[in-house]
């Protein structure tokens, strides 16, 4: 179990850490309890308890609920029971990610092989790409990578956007977290679907240099500048190629017929990247 109502400005001493781990422990082996029945199980006063499960609660780890009554409902108040949120679940360990591989591996082996798992990973991307797309597309070309490491940040992959290292001209997408990476160790189609959506997204070819997936510390891809960005933040455009220089002439004199060889160089030049007729 991971240690959980950490101190926010603070580590928790290790005793308090300990108790308030066993506190979220006892409410996960017998349900929701009250601070008296927590008290009792845990050798502990009430008034200990009921610190230790406000810390909790704040901490989004526990919250209090009515407890269900059962029958005749008796006078007064009914206890208030402490509960664990789907965050405290979380605390402990799960098997989410061994259920993703199981199925990506039923997927493969029954439906079609990697297209298959290729053809999953691209649906998957596409079910989540409305907040993206809207995203990116309300940002000015120049600050589409930082709109979407917004966007993916807000999904959980804690992303940055930043200039990518001399002399590469463009900038570098991290994501320093990565919610599938142990399914995406096994299936790397994954981590491909994701990449062509960028491209898309971005409307440029991305480059992948590093994924978590891997045993890298962070996933990066490059984003090569494009042309449009270039001329949104005010790069001036490419030179024009010279015009080719014409022959002087003299006056009073034919201009010489060029050789055959000349002629054919010419030719050859003034067609080439043409399809033929």
């Known amino acids: 179990m991971k240690n959980v109502g950490e101190a926010p400005q603070e580590e928790l001493a290790t005793g ?6 066993r506190v979220v422990r ?13 008290a009792q199980r845990l050798g502990l006063t009430q008034a200990a308890v009921r610190r230790h499960l406000d810390a909790l609660a704040a901490d989004g780890i526990v919250e209090a609920r ?3 009554v059962y029958g005749a409902r008796t006078r007064g108040r009914p206890a208030k029971v402490f509960a664990l949120t789907d965050c405290g679940r979380d605390a402990f360990d799960q098997s989410y990610d061994e259920l993703a591989v199981d199925a990506l591996r039923w997927i493969g082996e029954r439906e079609g092989g990697d297209e298959a798992i290729a053809a999953f990973a691209r649906a998957r991307i596409a079910a989540q790409a409305g907040s993206y797309r809207e995203a990116v597309a309300a940002a ?10 917004r966007a993916l940040t807000a999904d959980g992959y804690a992303a940055t956007a930043r200039s990518a290292p001399h002399p590469q001209q463009g900038e570098q997408l991290c994501q320093h977290h990565c919610p599938v990476a142990h399914a995406a160790e096994r299936f790397p189609q994954l981590c491909e679907a994701e990449t062509e959506f960028f491209a898309e997204l971005l409307g440029t070819h991305v480059q992948r240099l590093a994924t978590i997936a891997h045993g890298d510390g962070v996933c990066t891809t490059f984003i090569p ?15 024009k190629p010279p015009e080719p220089s014409k022959p002087p002439r003299t006056s009073g004199t034919k201009p010489e017929k060029p050789s055959p060889h000349i002629h054919n160089a010419t030719a050859s030049a003034s067609t080439a990247g043409r399809n033929p007729a």
């Open 26 to 38: 006892s409410v996960l082996d017998h349900g929701p309890s009250t601070a008296s029945d927590l």
């Open 16 to 21: 308090e850490r300990s108790t308030r781990n």
């Open 140 to 149: 000015a070309p120049e600050e589409r990578a930082q709109a979407l490491a």
């Open 225 to 239: 500048k494009s042309s449009t960005a270039s001329r949104a933040s005010g790069a001036s455009p490419p030179p």
């Open 66 to 68: 009515e407890r269900r």
